[in-house]
Structures are given as structure tokens and as C-alpha cells.
């Protein structure tokens, strides 16, 4: 077989290996048909590679992605030296002499720099790395014969998992009386699979390839087509395969009981497992069975043996299983009221121990039916479900009143978007913080107020908030007006097709409180409660009758320009809460001017009122009972003839409008009179 005559004077690097690491062995990759190439690149001479050696200067960049190199990766080879087979296509005259050098690189892209659809860029390169350098003449024969050119790297190329392969090559005839001799040498190609945008030449006879290349535009050929067919020559270390990472059961992430514990496996036969608990130490314990865990912790575990290289570290980071915190069935800070219990709840299937003492652990049973008081109190408890620890303490401390509680709506849930009022401020009865003045008017059907009679008397309405927004101090005076109707629904007027206000006697309330709140102290726990005591009086209940409250505030300034809490709400099946809100207009002189509940614009009315959307507030009555012995209206120091007729009903409260079985006073004589 004719053979052409290749003389060179190559300047390569020995391969260094590791003391200690001394077994390498070698291994040839073959990229493209190199032992039978026999096709090459068709067209004119600038399409030869690795380099072009038609002019003078020139150059290129081929990258050989990471798919072609996983032989040599699997293995953490290294490249000694590529060899690249050309052909002569019967173009050339003279010797060919020139240098050559080459760079090679481990890069993440596999294509050549794109600067946008149509222009390309040389890819920047390293000329600090890996390189190998060639100085060759090549005497042509005329198609006798393929030749093969050798580029030995000074340090071999460390070929890394994932990434491509980018060789740089610059090249330059060293003598002017040859690039002009239409050389042509044709590089093998592959023919399957086409790499496209892999490929890219450069040759000029005035300005080298390296001080034009580096991200240069590419305005010379790129592309689409084969890459050459190359030998690579590589080293790889015969290592050990690596264990693989050890196993925990149960998964990163559980939590754990108190008799739980963590096994640990490895999947690689014969391998040792060590394992620490402590953050940011060595795995030094060698692992003999399972582990108990009594606090929160990381594991990190990794498997050894002679076999194996050892594994990477593996981690499963653990929490204890706690019973959930009991809660209380009446939130610390309320008062207990006489017919009322202290009720505690826990997870399905948890016991609850309490205790009354100031120190020492919980351990008495719950009672089924709740905690009678007697005075004050603190009660402290916990509770404690199978394969669980005991959960973490709950405490409540309450006042004990004599007075008899009825809640009206979710009173003691936990605020949330289903019973919480969510939207606008107007929304927020009783009090709208957000203006200088606010009334609301809420109706309590004689079905919720079940247990109240004509012995009943009112004396102090409790309305709880959730506080979301507000970080500041507010300060207003609130007053209530407590009436016993018969309607179960706001007044409407069917010709104006609108909802009518209640009447009230304002300048007479109830009672009149001074109201003050932190918001940023109740912010922390997320709610708050407003007191209303009714006075030494109270407010005597007539049995079978609605319960209209009207709760009127006035305070200098509004809450924070324009932030608002949001009051507890009880969803009914009636519209029976009705707001109104001004910075401008007193509620008298409002409804004087429009008696109706309308959603009317802030611009027009200078104010806002408004019938809710079937939400009223949950309300806490406290109450007691009285015997009354008889009803006597008061009397007057006044001549009867001269006194005023005034009535009553049975209950002794004053009524304007008399009809039935009403007390009948004047001055000092009182009878019952029947009034159609």
C-alpha cells in the first residue's frame, strides 16, 4: 500500500499520573469511520479540515459534543493526542510546510456561537489549558494515498461528564511560495449522524486566525455539515466502582415517635455504612442496626468497602411526632360564666391531662363534660396520642363571674375567612374604627335568645374582632341602645323598594363606655374582645321578643388614615345587621335626610350605609336571672288630675305606641287596662 511521507517535529507533553494511581491503562476512540473513511468533503478547498491550507493564515473550531465522548467519560479519561486522516485531492504541486497549533477545551454548548437567526461567532477559547503544537512538510504524490496528521497534547485533556469538546486550530504556512500552489487536502467526514453548526473555518492571506477569532463574527463558511473523523488516544485510571449512597427507612422527612427508629441501607453488596448525627461532621460510627432518635436531627451516612470507592454522602433529616396542642373551648382571658364549663379538645384518639396547680406536669384526667371553676383559675394541659410525645403545654387563665353566658354565633371559634368579616370596612359592625362616627344596628331572633325570659336581665355584650391590619392605639366612646321588639327583620318600604332604620332613643342609651384597644398588642394573638357592661341596672329581657342592639361610636380621629379589624361574623338565613359610617354627617342628621338604609355613594350622601350581606356579628350576652315579685311603675309627686297618662307593659318598660294588656299610670294612681 503507497504511503505518503509525513515528516514532523512534534513538541507534546508526557502524560503525569498520581503517585499511587500508577495502574493506567490506554484506550483508542474512534470518532467517525476513521479505519475505512472513505468519504470527504465535496466543494472547493475552504471546506477542508482541520485547517485550511489554501491561504496563508488560517483556522477553525470543531466541537465534538459530549454524546461522542461518554466512552472516555465513564471512565474519567484523559486525551493524549487526536489524530485527524486527510486526502489529497490531486490539487497539489508543491511541499506543503506549516505550522500548527491546537487548543482544546471542555465546554456546555455544542454548537457554534450564534449571534442571532443568520450571523454565527467563533467561540471564545482558552489558550492556557491543553494544546498541542506541529510542524510539518508534506511531500504529495497525486492521489496515491491518504495521510494522517498527530497532534499530541502538552497536558492531557481531563474530559468531564456532560460537557463537549472544542478544538481550536491556527495554522500558517512557513513558506510564501507554497499556499498559492492550489493546495487542496480533503478531510474524512462522517456520514451519520450530521452535527450541524459544529464546524467553522477561517483563512486570509494578510490577518491570523488568532488575532482575529476570539468571539469574532464568523463572515467566512460555517457548517451544517459532517465532522472530520478523528482517533482519540486516551489514559484512564482502572478505579473501583463507587458504592452507591446509602438508604434511610423511614423516608427524610418523618416525623418520629417515641419508639421509632431510622435503619439504614446499602444497595452495593458487602459495603460498611457509617454514620453521624452531629451537623457538619465526618460519618466515623460504624452502623450495626437501628438507630433510636430522641430529638430533631440529620443523619448523614455513607458506604465503604474493599470492593468499592466510597459512596457520596446521604442525608435524612428527622423531627419528633408531637400530639397537637390542646385547645381551649373558651379562649384564655374570658370570663367563665356561672353555667359554664371549661372545655377541652385534642386530636381524635388523644388523652388530656390538666392540672389547676402553678407547677408541676399535668396529670389529671380530663372530665368528659369540661372544668367547673369555682374562682380563678389557671389550667394548665397537655395530651398524648399513641406512638406520639406529649404535646407541648396549652394554658388559660379565667375570672369567674355569677353571671350566666349565652353565645350567639361561633363566638369562641377561630377566626378565619368563614366566620370573620372579609372586605371593605363597612363591613365591620359593631364599630368601624375606620371613621369618625359609625352606628350599627344588629336583630337577635327569640329563637337565638332561647332561655332568656321576663326574670332575664342583660348585663354586659361582648363582640369579639380579628385584627389583620391595625398597628396603633384607637380611642372612642361607644353607646348602646337595647330594645325588646316584635319584628324579626329590618322595616322595608315596598314603594321605594328600600330597608328603613330602626328607631332608637339616642340621647337615652343603654349605656355609654369609653373603648379603648392596642391594636398592636392583639395583633400578635390575632383577635380581641369589646366590652359593653350595661350598668348596675342591666337591661330587663321581655320573653318571646327580638333583641335589637344599636351600638352608636364617636372618636376624634379614625384608625390609622384608613386600616380597619375585621369583626366576627354569624352567618344567618335574613338581612339583619345593617352599618352606616361618616367622617362629615352625625347618623341624626343622615337618616333626618334619608330615613332608608341605602347603599348610597360616599360623594352624594357624605357618608356610607349600608345592609349587610347576611352576616351579623357573634355576640357573648352575659346575664342573670331575677324573681320579680310584682311590677309597680314608678310613681310621681303629682296631683292625678293634673299628671300625664303614661303606660307600660308587664315588664315595667315604658311603651309609646300601648296596645293589649298594658299598665296604665298617672301621677300616682296605676292600673291595668286592656287597650284594643
Given at each position: 500500500m503507497n504511503k505518503n511521507i509525513l515528516r514532523t517535529a512534534l513538541v507534546a507533553a508526557v502524560l503525569a499520573t498520581a503517585a499511587g494511581n500508577a495502574a493506567a491503562d490506554d484506550g483508542v476512540l474512534e470518532l467517525g469511520n476513521f479505519t475505512n473513511a472513505d468519504m470527504t468533503y465535496t466543494g472547493s478547498s475552504w471546506e477542508d479540515a482541520p485547517v485550511n491550507l489554501f491561504y496563508k493564515y488560517s483556522g477553525g473550531q470543531i466541537i465534538y459534543p459530549a454524546s461522542m465522548l461518554t466512552e472516555i467519560a465513564d471512565v474519567n479519561g484523559?486525551?493524549?493526542?487526536?489524530?485527524?486522516?486527510?486526502?489529497?485531492?490531486?490539487?497539489?504541486?508543491?511541499?506543503?510546510?506549516?505550522?500548527?497549533?491546537?487548543?482544546?477545551?471542555?465546554?456546555?454548548?455544542?454548537?457554534?456561537?450564534?449571534?442571532?437567526?443568520?450571523?454565527?461567532?467563533?467561540?471564545?477559547?482558552s489558550t492556557t489549558g491543553s494544546k498541542a503544537t506541529l510542524s510539518c512538510t508534506h511531500e504529495p504524490l497525486w492521489y496515491e494515498g491518504d495521510f494522517e496528521i498527530t497532534l499530541t497534547f502538552d497536558t492531557p485533556v481531563t474530559v468531564t461528564p456532560g460537557k463537549?469538546?472544542?478544538?481550536?486550530?491556527?495554522?500558517?504556512?512557513?513558506?510564501?511560495?507554497?499556499?498559492?500552489?492550489?493546495?487542496?487536502?480533503?478531510?474524512?467526514?462522517?456520514?451519520?449522524?450530521?452535527?450541524?453548526?459544529?464546524?467553522?473555518?477561517?483563512?486570509?492571506?494578510?490577518?491570523?486566525f488568532a488575532d482575529l477569532a476570539q468571539g469574532a463574527e464568523i463572515n467566512t463558511s460555517h457548517y451544517s455539515y459532517e465532522l472530520p473523523v478523528a482517533k482519540v488516544d486516551y489514559t484512564y485510571s482502572a478505579a473501583l466502582p463507587q458504592a452507591e449512597a446509602p438508604v434511610f427507612t423511614p423516608a427524610s422527612g418523618s416525623q418520629l415517635g417515641p419508639d421509632a427508629t431510622v435503619t439504614i441501607t446499602s444497595p452495593?453488596?458487602?459495603?460498611?455504612?457509617?454514620?453521624?448525627?452531629?451537623?457538619?461532621?465526618?460519618?466515623?460510627?460504624?452502623?450495626?442496626?437501628?438507630?433510636?432518635?430522641?430529638?430533631?436531627?440529620?443523619v448523614t451516612a455513607l458506604a465503604k468497602g474493599d470492593a468499592y470507592e466510597p459512596s457520596e454522602p446521604a442525608s435524612a433529616t428527622y423531627s419528633l411526632k408531637y400530639t397537637k396542642r390542646p385547645t381551649f373551648g373558651i379562649p384564655d382571658g374570658c370570663p367563665v360564666a356561672a353555667n359554664e364549663k371549661v372545655t377541652i379538645a385534642a386530636e381524635e384518639g388523644a388523652e388530656i391531662l390538666y392540672t389547676l396547680d402553678a407547677e408541676g406536669t399535668p396529670d389529671t384526667p380530663y372530665p368528659a363534660d369540661g372544668i367547673a371553676l369555682s374562682g380563678p383559675a389557671k389550667i394548665r394541659a397537655i395530651a398524648t396520642a399513641p406512638g406520639c410525645y406529649p404535646s407541648n403545654e396549652a394554658e388559660a387563665e379565667y375570672t369567674v363571674t355569677e353571671l350566666n353566658a349565652k353565645n350567639i354565633g361561633p363566638y369562641f371559634d377561630t377566626p378565619d375567612y368563614d366566620n370573620t368579616f372579609i372586605g371593605t370596612n363597612w363591613y365591620n359592625a359593631p364599630i368601624i374604627p375606620s371613621y369618625n362616627t359609625s352606628v350599627c344596628q344588629m336583630l337577635y331572633l327569640p329563637s337565638e335568645l332561647e332561655g332568656f325570659d321576663n326574670e332575664t336581665v342583660l348585663r354586659e355584650l361582648r363582640f369579639r374582632f380579628l385584627n389583620e391590619t391595625c398597628f396603633s392605639e384607637y380611642e372612642s366612646t361607644v353607646k348602646v341602645n337595647l330594645q325588646c321588639i316584635d319584628e324579626q327583620a329590618f322595616p322595608y318600604d315596598n314603594n321605594n323598594s328600600k330597608y328603613m332604620w330602626f328607631a332608637f332613643d339616642a340621647a337615652n342609651p343603654a349605656a355609654t363606655v369609653p373603648l379603648y384597644i392596642d391594636f398592636l398588642e392583639n395583633y400578635s394573638i390575632g383577635w380581641g374582645e369589646i366590652s359593653i357592661p350595661l350598668g348596675d341596672d342591666g337591661f330587663r329581657y321581655e320573653a318571646g321578643?327580638?333583641?335589637?342592639?344599636?351600638?352608636?361610636?364617636?372618636?376624634?380621629?379614625?384608625l390609622d388614615g384608613s386600616e380597619y379589624p375585621q369583626f366576627m361574623k354569624y352567618n344567618t338565613t335574613e338581612e339583619?345587621?345593617?352599618?352606616?359610617?361618616?367622617?362629615?354627617?352625625?347618623?341624626?342628621?343622615?337618616?333626618?335626610?334619608?330615613?332608608?338604609?341605602?347603599?348610597?355613594?360616599?360623594?352624594?350622601?357624605?357618608?356610607?350605609?349600608?345592609?349587610?350581606?347576611?352576616?351579623?356579628?357573634?355576640?357573648?350576652?352575659l346575664s342573670e336571672q331575677k324573681h320579680f315579685d310584682a311590677i309597680t311603675a314608678p310613681a310621681i309627686d303629682a296631683p292625678d288630675a293634673d299628671a300625664p297618662v303614661e303606660y307600660f307593659n308587664l315588664q315595667g318598660v315604658k311603651v309609646t305606641n300601648p296596645s293589649g294588656l298594658v299598665i296604665r299610670r298617672q301621677g300616682n294612681h296605676t292600673t291595668k287596662v286592656l287597650i284594643p
Open positions: 484523559q486525551i493524549k493526542s487526536l489524530t485527524f486522516k486527510l486526502k489529497e485531492d490531486g490539487m497539489i504541486y508543491s511541499d506543503l510546510t506549516f505550522d500548527m497549533t491546537m487548543y482544546a477545551e471542555m465546554i456546555d454548548t455544542d454548537r457554534i456561537g450564534e449571534k442571532d437567526a443568520s450571523t454565527y461567532n467563533f467561540l471564545p477559547y463537549s469538546l472544542l478544538l481550536t486550530t491556527v495554522a500558517e504556512h512557513t513558506e510564501t511560495d507554497n499556499y498559492m500552489s492550489y493546495t487542496s487536502v480533503l478531510s474524512y467526514t462522517f456520514m451519520s449522524p450530521a452535527k450541524e453548526y459544529c464546524v467553522a473555518f477561517y483563512g486570509s492571506d494578510s490577518s491570523s452495593s453488596e458487602g459495603a460498611r455504612i457509617y454514620y453521624t448525627l452531629e451537623r457538619d461532621a465526618e460519618p466515623e460510627t460504624l452502623y450495626t442496626g437501628p438507630i433510636a432518635i430522641d430529638h430533631a436531627c440529620t321578643k327580638s333583641l335589637l342592639i344599636t351600638v352608636t361610636n364617636e372618636s376624634l380621629a379614625c339583619r345587621t345593617a352599618t352606616f359610617s361618616s367622617m362629615y354627617v352625625p347618623f341624626a342628621d343622615a337618616i333626618a335626610d334619608n330615613p332608608y338604609v341605602y347603599p348610597g355613594s360616599y360623594a352624594d350622601y357624605n357618608y356610607y350605609s349600608y345592609m349587610s350581606d347576611k352576616n351579623q356579628p357573634s355576640v357573648r350576652i
